[in-house]
């Protein structure tokens, strides 16, 4: 008796309860998070105000040529803060417009990169890739959803989902994996991604993808209004919103879109201008300031809380959390293969760790997936109990490829060290923290406003110089 | 005059919440239904396709074995190095040869990749998911059902639940199905 209770997990849980914990902390961040991008937005509103001025100005202009419209030439005079704030705020909704239509128009995002080469639809003559098919149709009728679409690509050990939503959802699975893992793991692997879609973690990942390609459409916009590279983007993006880009060039442009910052900006502190590389280094800026440490950080944690959710679901949907380990052991041992470029992690049930790969300056935290030996811990609240061999097995492989996450979170800890912990936690984590957190938030902002403001004079020049007599022009 | 502002908005607010609540009962029961049904389908296409798979798979085995039947006699009939015991049983052996081919054959182009242990374990896949597909579809109905029950029955909404006349959900077991 002794022995079984110490193997026992730290708080037994159902399912159904540990699925309202992670879906209320998931919404606890997700508010957070909406709140950080809500000043982010605002930081790129104020960011292309000028453009905003430009565009309104000789927009109302024109329109005064037919009607009297308001002259914002004199506004600025009169009231520039108020005619500030209007600024700010159209250009809010004017981001608030694009996000909007960005997840409208965004049909497989990251995840598109996986279908690059050699992507087909399941061949039921064949028993491995029939016996998938039933799966996930088995699957999908306890999670009480649609059978999602399969796509099988060559070769991997991963799966990864797209889509809009329950209803309009694809499985991307290889073929290496089907083949490789026997049916109940396999039928782990994939009721965690029906899981996943069933809670609505599409909707999710679009909003996730949508939020910072819609902030880097101004900044490109504005440094390069001229250039070929500006107008085949938004070339792109046209074709995106109309539906009528293929997912490799979506995938494509997502990625333009979300990485290629850094590269653009040497590029432009070779020969450019004064202008774009100020506003590619204030946008460089907002990106590590805002995105990166305070937007990002957040959107991760909800993201992870998300992945816990999918799997106390997929508990729920093949009440087999044995096999839910032990698949993740499996896929993680194989480093969570994938096809396609780093980007399509998000979409994953484990992180795609390439062998090469390594960990940015955040150590792995930056990472879309939770430390896999904290999901392990959570299984085993949820009822798996490792033998010890397994449990061995599962840290030498986490060891080996997870070397950061530290290997004592598979042990469950004992009750002496879990208060420890708690107290530690309360008396010192915790205030040292909001201490920190309290400052990061200040100094980003202070900086952020005080690089963001000379980009805004800088940029306002060339720009008077174009409306301002146009404006005299147009008003007579 | 403010008072009975504050009595109005609160009035509101409670009748807002109310239908809400029953909005989300309703929506509950609708998937309780749906559950059900999805139950049902699942019975029923258990109930069209399994005597039609072991139909079909019989049949096979059926042909193949008297395929298989055929090649020994053929084989008894000939001598351990391929000579006939004579003229006459050649003549016997040589048609029934020719009709084995063409049935081997046959069975060869029917399924160009299937042998019978692979059609056995298509059988036991198809039979093993369609009862997988049965539990699932009751394992969703009652996970609906107790989500719904217990929505039913605790505060506040079985006030709510009771007020517009929604029911707990029963639970699928041994004894409903043999109804």
Redesign the interface.
């Known amino acids: 008796v002794v022995e079984r209770l110490r193997s026992a997990p730290p708080d037994p849980e159902s399912f ?1 309860a540990a699925q309202r914990r992670h879906r209320r902390a998931a919404g606890r961040i997700a508010v957070l998070a909406a709140v950080a991008a809500i000043g982010q937005s605002l930081l790129v509103a104020t960011m292309t105000a000028p453009l905003t001025f430009a565009v309104l100005t000789v927009g109302l202009d024109l329109a005064n040529l037919a009607v009297p419209t308001p002259d914002l030439v004199q506004a600025w005079d009169r009231h520039p803060a108020r005619l500030l704030g209007l600024l700010v705020g159209a250009g809010a909704v004017t981001l608030l417009v694009i996000w909007v239509r960005l997840r409208a128009g965004l049909r497989v995002g990251l995840a598109g990169a996986a279908l690059v080469g050699g992507a087909r639809p399941p061949d039921e ?1 064949r ?1 491995d890739e ?2 998938l098919v ?2 996930v ?3 999908a ?4 959803i649609a059978a999602p679409r399969i796509v099988l690509v060559p070769d991997g050990m991963n799966v990864a989902a797209f889509g809009t939503g329950p209803d309009d959802a694809t499985l991307i699975v290889p073929a290496g994996l089907i083949a490789r893992l026997e049916r109940r793991r396999t039928a782990a692997v994939v009721a965690h991604q029906v899981a996943s879609v069933a809670n609505g973690d599409l909707v999710v990942q679009h909003a996730v993808q949508a939020l910072p390609v819609a902030w880097a459409v101004p900044a490109r916009l504005m440094a390069h209004p001229f250039s070929r590279a500006t107008w085949r983007l938004a070339g792109a993006l046209l074709l995106l919103l109309l539906g009528r880009l293929d997912p490799a060039r979506e995938a494509a442009l997502l990625d333009d879109l979300l990485t290629r910052d850094e590269r653009e900006l040497d590029q432009q502190a070779d020969g450019g201008g004064l202008v774009p590389v100020m506003i590619y280094a204030a946008w460089s800026g907002m990106r590590v300031l805002g995105d990166l440490l305070v937007v990002g950080p957040l959107v991760t944690v909800w993201v992870r809380r998300r992945r816990y959710l999918a799997d106390a679901t997929a508990v ?2 093949t ?1 087999d959390p044995d096999g839910l380990a032990a698949a993740l052991v499996r896929l993680v041992a194989e480093r969570g293969a994938m096809p396609g470029t780093g980007s399509v992690d998000l979409a994953c049930v484990v992180r795609p760790r390439p062998e090469d790969a390594k960990d940015g300056p955040m150590g792995g935290l930056e990472a879309w997936h939770p430390p896999t030996a904290r999901r392990l811990r959570r299984l085993e609240a949820l009822g798996y109990r490792p033998s010890d061999h397994e449990r061995a097995e599962a840290r030498a492989v986490l060891e080996r490829v997870e070397p950061s996450a530290r290997a004592r979170d598979v042990r469950p800890p004992t009750l002496l060290r879990r208060a420890v912990g708690a107290v530690v936690m309360v008396v010192v984590v915790v205030p040292l923290l909001a201490v920190a957190a309290v400052l990061v938030a200040a100094a980003a902002v202070v900086m952020l406003w005080l690089s963001l403001m000379p980009v805004v004079l800088f940029y306002l020049v060339p720009v008077l110089a174009v409306v301002l007599p146009l404006h005299h022009l147009l008003r007579g | 005059m403010s008072g009975l502002v504050a009595v109005v908005l609160a009035v509101a607010i409670l009748m807002v919440a109310i239908l809400r609540e029953r909005n989300r009962l309703v929506a509950s029961r609708a ?1 309780v239904r ?2 059900w049904a ?1 139950v049902d389908a ?1 019975l029923a296409r258990r109930h069209a396709l399994v005597p039609r798979l072991v139909a079909g798979v019989v049949a096979e085995r059926e042909h193949e074995r008297q395929v298989l039947a055929g090649v020994h006699r053929a084989l008894a009939a000939t001598g351990r190095d391929g000579s006939t015991a004579g003229p006459t049983a050649a003549v016997t052996v040589g048609p029934v040869e020719t009709g084995l081919t063409a049935a081997l054959l046959a069975l060869e182009q029917a399924h160009p ?1 299937l042998r019978s242990a ?1 059609t056995t ?2 059988l036991q ?2 039979l ?2 369609t009862e ?2 049965v539990a ?2 009751r ?2 109905y009652n ?2 059902a ?2 719904h029950t217990t929505a039913v029955q605790t505060v506040p909404t079985n006030l709510v639940a009771r007020l517009f006349g929604i029911g707990p959900a029963p639970y699928l077991d041994l004894r409903l199905l043999s109804d």
């Open positions: 159904f003559s028993l029939h016996r039933d799966v149709a088995e699957a009728l306890a999670a009480g729920q949907l009440r | 998937r749906a559950a999805q699942q990749r692979d374990l298509r896949e198809d093993l998911s997988n597909r699932a579809a394992q969703h996970d609906t107790l989500l």
